[in-house]
């Protein structure tokens, strides 16, 4: 229903897994949220422009991080 990434991965980065996402017709309907300590404005902007839904800054609450998964798969799955 959702996939989470990190922006620092082993082989590829997060950013590249997200594209592979979005380019692939079988899974580009599939939010993708990244969580990451990254939170400079650059790279925001390069998570959402790979094709994310969400960018979510390290640390969060557990009970945001659940507001949040749930108000973008109730706008995907109404």
């Not at 839904?53 to 799955?77: C, G, M, V, W």
Request: proline share 8%; aromatic share 6%; net charge negative.
């Amino acid at each position: 229903d959702l996939i989470l990434l990190d922006v620092r991965m082993p082989r590829l980065s997060g950013y590249e897994a997200c594209e592979i996402i979005k380019a692939d017709p079988r899974t580009r309907q599939i939010p993708v949220v990244f969580l990451s300590a990254k939170g400079q404005e650059s790279e925001v902007k390069t998570g959402l422009d790979a094709g994310a839904d969400e960018y979510i800054l390290k640390p969060f609450s557990p009970d945001q991080l659940t507001a949040r998964i749930k108000a973008i798969l109730n706008n995907h799955h109404p």
